[in-house]
């Protein structure tokens, strides 16, 4: 009996939106970094206790669109 050759499927050719994608996201975090950085005095002046969370959200709000982001990199639908 003859034995039978594994299946190959060869990867999908590149396309251009991880490029695009990486590059987007990178301007994008820069900006949001910038403006976050332009609120740092007026949020300095706040007591430290207000100062904690207003950080821990504006730290991690960024992360809100980027699950949909990648997906639309890898598969380009939105979701």
């Known amino acids: 009996m003859g034995?039978?050759?594994?299946?190959?499927?060869?990867?999908?050719?590149?396309?251009?939106?991880?490029?695009?994608?990486?590059l987007a996201?990178?301007?994008a975090l820069a900006i949001y970094g910038g403006v976050v950085m332009g609120l740092g005095e007026q949020i300095g002046r706040l007591?430290?206790?207000?100062?904690?969370?207003?950080?821990l959200v504006l730290g991690t709000i960024w992360l809100l669109p980027l699950r949909r982001f990648l997906?639309?990199?890898?598969?380009?639908r939105w979701g």
Do not use: D, S
């Open 71 to 76: 997906i639309w990199m890898e598969t380009g």
């Open 47 to 55: 007591p430290v206790l207000v100062q904690v969370p207003i950080y």
């Open 3 to 22: 034995e039978r050759q594994p299946h190959f499927n060869p990867p999908p050719p590149p396309t251009w939106r991880k490029p695009v994608g990486i």
């Open 25 to 27: 996201l990178i301007a």
